[in-house]
């Protein structure tokens, strides 16, 4: 059985990247901090949108993240690593 993904960063790479694994058969859930990139991803490809990232926590078993500076996925990070451990 094939593992649940979730995808942080819809930008010009993870929205493509993202939507290979989707057109695979993949169960993708997405997460992007502005909401209509989530959307948009939605519309065009079969997936899960999650408006947290404690929502593609809940959902993914392995995480994806495409982000634009090294800032973005440290706070990503500290904020993934405190929902994983409580």
């Given at each position: 059985m094939q593992k649940a993904l979730g995808f942080i960063g819809l930008g010009v790479m993870g929205f493509p990247m993202a939507g290979?694994?989707?057109?695979?058969?993949?169960?993708?859930?997405?997460?992007?901090?502005?909401?209509?990139?989530?959307?948009?991803?939605?519309?065009?490809?079969?997936?899960?949108?999650?408006?947290?990232l404690s929502e593609l926590a809940e959902s993914s078993e392995i995480y994806f993240c495409v982000l634009e500076t090294m800032t973005m996925l440290r706070m990503s990070f500290m904020e993934m690593r405190a929902l994983l451990i409580i």
């Open positions: 290979h694994l989707a057109t695979k058969g993949y169960k993708v859930s997405v997460f992007n901090r502005t909401l209509n990139k989530s959307q948009s991803w939605t519309k065009k490809y079969n997936g899960t949108l999650c408006e947290s």
